[in-house]
Each structure stands twice: as C-alpha cells, then as structure tokens.
C-alpha cells in the first residue's frame, strides 16, 4: 500500500469511526485542542470529573456489579475479584484522589532549562504533553480514572484498553469521565474507551504508530512482554518487580527482619514488595530462626537454599526447596525466596543475575557496604535501611503515578506528571539569520 493510500485510510471518517483507528485519530485531534489550554481548564475538567463520580456512583457500582459477578462464576480468585470491586466507598475514594490531583504542580510549559546564547538568542527547553497516550491493563477499574485524570492533567488525550473482565465497568467509568470532560468545555473525545474486546484490538492500538505517541502496558509479566515486543508504537515499560533485600553481615537484626516483613507482606500483591531475601553468612545463624519465626507469623512461606531449609527444620518450619524457578519469579503473593549468600558482592552477583531492575535493598550499619552497593546494583531504585514499598509516586512525593518504569530512556521510576509530557525548545531571536 502507498503512503497516500495509507494516510487516506488511517483519515478516512467514514471508514474507521467504529474502529480502534477511528479512535485514536479523534483522540489526536483532541490532544492537538488540550494543548493550548491553561491549567484552570484542565482542573476544571478534573474536579467536573471529581463531582460526576460521586453523582453517578449507583450507575457506576451497578456496571461493576455484572463484572463481579461475571468473574465469580468464571472461577476467578478472590484477590483478583477484590481489585476488580468498585463500592460507593472506593469510588468516594477515587473521586478524592482526583481532586488531590488537581492540587498538584502542572508540569506543561515548565521551563527545563534555559539561556542566552552568545549570539544573542534566547533559548527555553519547556515541558509540552506528549501527545495521545495508549494505557493497557488489567483488571483495576480504578486505573480508568487514575490514567485518564493524570493524563488530562498533564495535557494528554488517553486511550483506555482495560480487560475484557472489566468492561463493563471501564465503559460506565468512561462515560462519566467524557460526559464530565464535556460539560467543562474540552473535547469528550481527550478520553476514549478503545473499542473491542478481543485481542485484536489491543493489536490495532499497538499499530497505531503516528495517531498514538506512546503506550503504557500496566499489568503482569505476560502483557508487558507482548506490548513491548509487538508494538510498533513507543513504549514506556513499566516492568515486573522481582525485589531483592540484601540483609549485610553488619546489619542490625531487629531492623533487618522489620524491613524484611514490611517488604514482603505489607501487601503481597504489588510490584514493589520483596520476592527475595539474600542473607550475608557472618549473620545467617544468628538471623535465620528469628527472620523464619517473623515470616510465617506474617503468613509467608519460605523457598529457601540449604541453609534455609536446615535452619526451617530446626525451627519446626517447613521451607520449601528452593530452584531457578524461584529466584526469577514475582509471586505477588505470600511466598519469598531466600538464600544465604558469602559477600556483598555475591548478592549483587545474584541480583544481577535475577532481578526484574525494580528495587533492591540493603540492610546494613556499614556505610562503606551501603555505598558499594548502591553504586553496584543497576535497578530503577535502591534502598538503603528501608523497605521497598517505598518505590511508589505517592512515597516519594510525588502525588501520584501513572506506573513505575523500568527502562531507562524518556523515564526511569515512579512516573509522576513530569514522566508524561516531553519537551521542545523555543528560541526568540530579533531578526537571527545564520551566517
């Protein structure tokens, strides 16, 4: 097909406005409108977004409810069935998140950096939206609003795939969101449900290079692989968290085993909690016992090395034999691999090896440890003393997050509001010809 022939049906409204490409044309022309608008239209879009929510509440836990049921009778865990479940009070709560949003910073039109030049040419390098922005994921109606409003926010129209399992929900939650974004004077079309249900359609939006500038899978190891190996479109990997907690032969043993638990099973389930505990020998029969007496209070089970599954037979605690298996695997559940490791360096060894490139952690009182192994361990966060449930864009300050990335080109890390624009550069001149 020529580029002509192309173009004509990648435009053609006639032709694509059922379609994922229809879609995400409307949603360039909608971004192309955002962007000249001042912050008090895009907060007036949010907190109209905020209202809707609360308003429509009984349309929005009616939609969930088919969905719910729908899972149950699917057979699908509870704990998935949890995240799924929208109640007045979690929408209450999501609609005081985006009202909180809305006191954040804006980060469109930030100057980055700036100069005179020496010719006389004023140069800014300023922060603009990145344009149309794709969200992939899983089962968490909440993301809906959450993706839409941090997008709005920073300039972004948004196109929303969320699971087949969710679309009912997703599909009330975008009605609310556009019905809002309407009546406050910006274009409906900013935030867009992507339409379909099969698996197709996530592949038409992962063809959509030149109407959607980037995309964000966020969601299990298995979707994130299939986005950032089939799409053609840009994109921001917001990674798998296979955390390590290195506990160093100067550690403190009250604190190591805190900062062990809290990162395990404060709540198993997200991308920043421990899958993996890695104990310096000097301390290991000192610091086994009480680490497998904390852990199985906290309801965790063990996949250990020899020495961890000796030291579980000591202790009456069953440890499960531990294999490769284990040591790349993020369970998002109450499981923790373990092993006793000889040095530093052998834990870095081991992280390096295994490690997703989410968040490691030292526990130490050594600070000439805790330098190496900062400087050592290659991941988008390293703690040093503290629990990795630290790595998250509320912890660090930052409001909130659209995801966590684990790349390292455009963002690295929580992605607050900054994350989701680019920059160009302005330069004035007053009649500047080159020579």
Not at 55 to 61: F, G, K, M, Q, S
Not at 316 to 335: F, H, I, M, N
Not at 401 to 422: D, F
Request: glycine share 8%; aromatic share 4%; net charge negative.
């Amino acid at each position: 097909m020529s580029r002509a022939s192309q173009t004509s049906a990648v435009t053609d409204p006639v032709t694509d406005a059922g379609s994922v490409t229809g879609t995400a044309r409307r949603a360039k022309e909608a971004a192309a409108a955002l962007a000249p608008l001042p912050r008090t239209a895009r907060d007036g879009a949010l907190l109209a977004i905020a209202d809707a929510l609360v308003a429509r509440t009984d349309e929005i836990v009616t939609a969930n409810a088919a969905d719910v049921a729908k899972a149950r009778a699917a057979g699908i865990p509870e704990s998935t069935v949890d995240r799924l479940t929208l109640t007045p009070e979690r929408v209450a709560a999501i609609a005081s998140d985006v009202r909180e949003v809305v006191a954040l910073p804006d980060p469109v039109g930030e100057v980055v950096r700036g100069s005179t030049l020496p010719n006389g040419l004023e140069l800014r390098q300023v922060r603009v939206p990145l344009g149309v922005v794709g969200i992939v994921y899983e089962a968490r109606p909440n993301v809906t609003v959450d993706a839409a409003v941090l997008c709005l926010k920073s300039g972004n129209a948004v196109l929303l795939r969320g699971s087949s399992s969710a679309y009912a929900s997703n599909t009330a939650l975008v009605a609310v969101l556009r019905d809002a974004v309407a009546a406050a004077g910006l274009p409906a079309d900013a935030v867009q449900l992507v339409p379909g249900e099969s698996r197709d359609s996530v592949k038409e939006l992962m063809r959509a290079r030149g109407l959607v500038d980037v995309l964000i899978p966020r969601g299990g190891a298995a979707l994130i692989r299939a986005v950032v190996e089939e799409s053609t479109v840009p994109v921001i990997e917001t990674g798998t968290g296979n955390c390590h907690v290195y506990v160093d032969g100067r550690a403190d043993l009250d604190t190591a085993v805190e900062i062990l638990v809290n990162s395990k099973a404060q709540r198993p389930s997200v991308c920043n909690s421990a899958e993996t505990v890695l104990v310096h020998a000097d301390i290991a029969d000192a610091f086994l016992p009480r680490a497998l007496t904390a852990l199985t209070e906290a309801g965790v089970t063990v996949h250990g090395d020899e020495a961890w599954v000796r030291a579980g037979a000591a202790e009456g605690v069953k440890v499960v034999p531990a294999t490769d298996e284990d040591w790349e695997t993020e369970y998002l559940s109450y499981d923790i691999a373990a092993a006793v490791v000889p040095s530093l360096d052998a834990a870095v060894a081991h992280i390096r090896r295994w490690t997703s490139g989410h968040t490691e952690a030292i526990v130490t009182s050594d600070t000439a440890a805790a330098r190496r192994f900062v400087s050592l361990v290659d991941s988008t966060a390293v703690m040093v003393n503290a629990s990795t449930r630290f790595t998250d864009g509320g912890q660090f300050g930052f409001g909130a997050e659209i995801g966590i990335s684990t790349q390292k080109l455009h963002a690295r890390g929580p992605m607050g509001l900054p994350e989701l624009t680019s920059t160009k550069y302005v330069v004035t001149g007053e009649g500047h010809v080159r020579d």
